[in-house]
Antibody, heavy 118, light 110 residues
Framework: QVQLQESGPGLVKPSQTLSLTCTVS??????????WSWIRQPAGKGLEWIGR???????NYNPSLKSRVTISVDTSKNQFSLKLSSVTAADTAVYYC??????????WGQGTLVTVSS | EIVLTQSPATLSLSPGERATLSCRAS??????LAWYQQKPGQAPRLLIY???NRATGIPARFSGSGSGTDFTLTISSLEPEDFAVYYC????????????FGPGTKVDIK
């Protein structure tokens, strides 16, 4: 059974860079034809896809965030990571990592709340 | 960008009743649509993919239908654990907007 776990600071100052890591267990991140994604959800609101990465390093990003987002993968650690630069209060949200199975998100992490505040 | 709209925003029903949720796309997504269930404090759970295929372990009372721009999630007989928020999601083969979610429908207890 694949499991995903997000980790990283829960508080980030405005204008700084948000950095999160997703650790995959129960299987190799490189096995199968899967992409790996980040999704976020502001409190009381809906879901917003941030971007995805393949284990080759190929990425796609949400156009609305593309200028600020970088997703990377470390297959040796079975991890992938998110960096979101120049954050504002609008970036405060629960951030989820997820596995992408033929375009759908079949396994999710539990989510981690990131608050942007000084 | 493909925009998904869901209706109604809230559906108030009793256990045992049938729930019918709608998702409409701003342009055709063929059958590339999924449904998720989210309970408070939890991550979403994949219920249906490719419009009508149940994900692993999903009870048969959940079914999906539709293609093109109009889709439906039906819960044949609501169980107490089914009261939650439901989101639809489309996947596009072409950038820039690969994945978008609908705003959600909350199914609450009447």
């Amino acid at each position: 059974q694949v499991q995903l776990q997000e980790s990283g600071p829960g508080l980030v100052k405005p204008s700084q860079t948000l950095s999160l890591t997703c650790t995959v267990s129960g299987g190799s991140i490189s096995s199968g034809s899967y992409y790996w994604s980040w999704i976020r959800q502001p409190a009381g609101k809906g879901l917003e896809w941030i971007g995805r990465i393949y284990t080759s390093g190929s990425t796609n990003y949400n156009p609305s965030l593309k200028s600020r987002v970088t997703i990377s993968v470390d297959t040796s650690k079975n991890q992938f990571s998110l960096k979101l630069s120049s954050v504002t209060a609008a970036d405060t949200a629960v951030y989820y990592c997820a596995r992408v199975m033929t375009g759908y998100f079949d396994y999710w992490g539990q989510g981690t709340l990131v608050t942007v505040s000084s | 960008e493909i925009v998904l709209t869901q209706s109604p925003a809230t559906l108030s029903l009793s256990p045992g009743e049938r729930a019918t949720l709608s998702c409409r796309a701003s342009q055709s997504v063929s059958s590339y649509l999924a449904w998720y269930q989210q309970k408070p404090g939890q991550a979403p759970r994949l219920l249906i993919y490719d419009a009508s295929n149940r994900a692993t372990g999903i009870p048969a009372r959940f079914s999906g239908s539709g293609s093109g721009t109009d889709f439906t999630l039906t819960i044949s007989s609501l169980e107490p654990e089914d009261f939650a928020v439901y989101y639809c999601q489309q996947r596009s083969n072409w950038p820039p907007s690969l994945f978008t979610f609908g705003p959600g429908t909350k199914v609450d207890i009447k």
